[in-house]
């Protein structure tokens, strides 16, 4: 699970630690991806700071090829994490303003997945390449040229074979 109960440690005095193994799917961008890694919490006089490792992988597109690849996913990132609710009374907290948002929930749990989503969809580049070398799709008959060539780039490659491309053209003409 990528959430967690921290009603104990909010009951723990400021600067008490606590570290944990997560293990779970996320849904990143309509998909579930698997995710996992390590995290630290520490908690602070409004909340919990959580600094998190997590590795991971997701499946994204291609800008060139539109052809899906998984991208791996190396997380590491730190986040502050507020009460929402007062662990004596129950009552409502106000929350900081000009802050991150996010909260741990009114039942004390803390949830990863909103900052793994964000800090995943960060980590892919706006083009992102499903190899560096990737071939792309032909612009004439869209066929995806890192799986075979078509034919349009074959007459392409050698100009010496227009005329009898010329002529195939012809005698096709005649059938
Ligand atoms: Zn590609
Ligand atoms: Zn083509």
């Known amino acids: 699970m990528l959430a967690i109960n921290v009603s104990q440690q909010l009951k723990e005095p400021i600067g008490s630690e606590r570290e944990y193994d997560l293990d779970g799917p996320v849904d990143i961008d309509g998909e579930e991806s698997p995710v996992s890694g390590h995290v630290k919490m520490m908690r602070t006089d409004r909340g919990i700071i959580v600094k998190a490792n997590l590795t991971g992988e997701m499946k994204i597109t291609c800008s060139r090829c539109l052809a899906e690849f998984n991208w791996p996913l190396k997380l590491d990132f730190q986040e502050e994490y507020f009460q ?92």
């Open 84 to 175: 929402t609710v007062d662990m004596v009374s129950g009552s409502r907290l106000s929350l900081p303003k000009d802050t991150g948002n996010f909260t741990i929930d009114p039942k004390h749990i803390l949830d990863f997945r909103e900052a793994v989503r964000q800090y995943a969809l960060l980590s892919v580049p706006m083009k992102a390449l499903c190899q560096e070398k990737c071939a792309g799709v032909c612009p004439e008959c869209g066929q995806n040229l890192n799986q075979e060539p078509c034919e349009c780039s074959m007459k392409k490659v050698d100009p010496r074979w227009a005329p009898l491309l010329k002529l195939e053209d012809k005698l096709k003409g005649k059938e």
